[in-house]
């Protein structure tokens, strides 16, 4: 497994866990106090999310950070 994927893969867990929530990327983004496109270049994988940033938005999707990781993990084992 490499970083690319690694990223990747966060990116759509993040996209599906916004929309399962019902939240835009620009809400979200409010939320932690960041900008829309911070939010897409997540879910499109281009950029990587700091620790600080994970803790931010699960915290706002109403999920532990741990459970967004092990969903990563699980992810990356199929």
Do not use: C, W, Y
Request: hydrophobic share 40%.
């Amino acid at each position: 497994m490499d970083d690319k994927q690694i990223i990747k893969k966060f990116g759509l867990i993040l996209k599906s866990l916004r929309e399962q929530r019902g939240l835009s990327q620009e809400a979200l983004a409010h939320a932690i106090n960041s900008h829309a496109t911070h939010i897409s270049r997540l879910e499109n994988g281009h950029k990587q999310p700091t620790l600080t940033t994970i803790f931010k938005i699960a915290s706002v999707l109403k999920i532990e950070p741990i459970d967004m990781i092990k969903t990563l993990q699980d992810s990356l084992k199929k």
